[in-house]
């Protein structure tokens, strides 16, 4: 397989101009950054749309097995501050308007859901901070690697409001009863307490051992057949919503697909003939 280096070659149809995120495409893995350092990278409206963008087209560039994986990084030493405040008081609050706010909470859900539901790996790195709507985006994630110094809170309800569409996500991530207590009291915490909480799957000390296990968390992903990663997050998904009888049928359809798939002809046949199979990279 060819790797790309040249972001511009990232393969997406009908992708708009970017002004909140930046884009980083090498050895078929996309970094995102979240590009607004002068509001902590808070998630406001275009940001919203353009990272729901972003994710939709990807959905659509899985075929093409060129971007294997994906991250989410914050510019200027911050994950995410959440929503943005001044963008609800001055553009929600000031007018009232009950269609214009179920339309941001509903805009949020697209967003989560379509990180949560991503054919790629999806990993989410936390310098600074992740609070209240930026802490529920990470937990869309397949994995999280943090800084132990990292800060955390889901702080809604410190303000007024209710943590209306990461709920969902963050009790999946933390279980029901450590999500219930850190939703109801806004709790602070860091990332030494994260990992212990099970939201951080990794932890950093600095700078250059949180890369390091940046590249070993990519090394173990390409190495691993893309559209395999695709069906198994497909059928954690399925059968998470599922009765026992539907998901015998979800996993076994699943299953049928996997055993005809070129990838898994391949990956059988590397096993036997000892030498890696074609999608393997090795990142730099």
Not at 73 to 96: D, I, M, P, S, W
């Amino acid at each position: 397989m060819t790797n790309r280096t040249d972001k511009t070659k990232l393969p997406l149809h009908n992708l708009p101009s970017l002004t909140k995120l930046d884009l980083e495409f090498k050895q078929n893995w996309l970094t995102i950054w979240l590009n607004q350092p002068e509001t902590r990278n808070a998630l406001d409206e275009l940001m919203l749309e353009e990272l729901t963008h972003l994710f939709h087209s990807l959905r659509e560039a899985q075929n093409a097995r060129l971007v294997r994986g994906i991250s989410l990084r914050g510019r200027g030493g911050v994950f995410c501050a959440g929503g943005n405040l001044k963008f609800f008081q001055t553009e929600l609050q000031a007018t009232g308007d009950k269609q214009a706010i179920i339309a941001v909470s509903n805009a949020l859900a697209e967003l989560f859901h379509s990180v949560h539901t991503a054919p790629q790996f999806t990993l989410v790195l936390i310098e600074g901070a992740a609070m209240a709507g930026g802490f529920g985006l990470a937990c869309c994630a397949d994995m999280v690697l943090c800084m132990a110094d990292a800060k955390f809170a889901m702080t809604e309800t410190r303000i007024g409001l209710s943590p209306a569409q990461i709920a969902p996500y963050v009790i999946k991530k933390l279980g029901y009863a450590q999500a219930r207590r850190l939703l109801l009291t806004g709790a602070r915490f860091d990332g030494t307490q994260a990992q212990t909480l099970g939201f951080a799957d990794f932890i950093a000390t600095d700078i250059s051992e949180f890369e390091k296990i940046e590249k070993n968390i990519k090394a173990q992903v390409l190495a691993c057949a893309p559209q395999a990663i695709a069906a198994t997050k497909d059928l954690l998904y399925q059968t998470a919503h599922a009765d026992m009888q539907q998901a015998r049928a979800i996993a076994a359809e699943n299953f049928y697909h996997r055993m005809t798939s070129d990838e898994s002809r391949e990956g059988i046949a590397a096993f036997f003939e000892k030498r890696k199979p074609n999608w393997t990279i090795d990142p730099e």
